[in-house]
């Protein structure tokens, strides 16, 4: 079981190795910003290193937006992070499920999500798996509740999406821990990475906010059960810098490794 943490994107492996982490996730970019990722000097050492590593692309990208402003750019930024990821050696690219803002007939959603992969494929095809994740908040959310995601995934599962669950997104986004697994396999067929965060907001909060294992609302038990019954490899994206994470690894490493 790979267990590991996102973490500055300055030097992953340091990082990673600070935390006795078996894999690392990081941004390329500024999350807030349509920046274009650069060449790494370091990218032969990462390919190299033994981490798995996964590329979160930015929170900025939505390519579900009915607002073509938001959604052209954001389909060519999902592409430009997913070449510069597969150059690194990435397991996959982690992309939130997006929105379609207010008032907005959430089944363009699903169609411009659709869209975005037509496009991916016409511009080359994507050199690594997609990994949509569940978010926490929105009412017109593409992959907050499990029944839209459902319908996310008639349209996007045929193009090979990868799926990302966010323990503290479901939680706050009010789908039950308890059997998750089996409902989000259910529909997706699949679980390729877990996202394992306690949360600080409350069940159906809508609130992303993460907090350490045991500090939160979930029982860790259930974050725990959800690692195990997935087989999935484990990303904690909890505060507390190293010190935090690093207890968090081990807590999971010696619950979920067993």
Not at 71 to 99: F, N, T
Not at 150 to 178: I, K, M, P
Request: glycine share 12%; proline share 4%.
């Amino acid at each position: 079981m790979r267990i590991g943490a996102h973490v500055d994107s300055a030097d992953p492996l340091a990082e990673a190795a600070a935390r006795g982490a078996e894999a690392v996730q990081f941004f390329l970019t500024d999350p807030q910003k349509y920046n274009s990722p650069k060449p790494r000097a370091d990218a032969e050492q990462i390919r190299a290193s033994g981490i798995d590593v996964y590329v979160h692309a930015p929170y900025i990208i939505n390519v579900a937006s009915p607002n073509n402003r938001i959604r052209i750019p954001s389909r060519k930024l999902l592409m430009a992070h997913a070449r510069a990821a597969a150059e690194l050696g990435a397991k996959g690219l982690i992309v939130h499920g997006g929105h379609v803002g207010s008032g907005a007939d959430l089944e363009a959603g699903f169609a411009n999500w659709r869209k975005a992969f037509e496009y991916a494929e016409n511009d080359g095809g994507l050199p690594l798996p997609v990994l949509i994740e569940n978010t926490a908040g929105g009412d017109n959310a593409c992959a907050r509740r499990f029944d839209a995601l459902a319908r996310l995934w008639d349209a996007v599962g045929s193009f090979g999406a990868g799926f990302c669950l966010d323990t503290c997104h479901a939680f706050a986004g009010g789908e039950d821990l308890v059997g998750i697994v089996d409902r989000v396999k259910a529909i997706t067929g699949r679980i390729d990475l877990i996202h394992a965060n306690d949360s600080k907001g409350g069940f159906d909060s809508g609130q992303d906010r993460h907090d350490n294992l045991g500090s939160g609302k979930i029982d860790t038990e259930l974050v725990v059960a959800a690692i195990r019954a997935s087989g999935a490899p484990a990303i904690v994206e909890t505060p507390g810098g190293i010190d935090g994470q690093t207890a968090d690894i081990a807590l999971l490493r010696e619950r979920a490794g067993n």
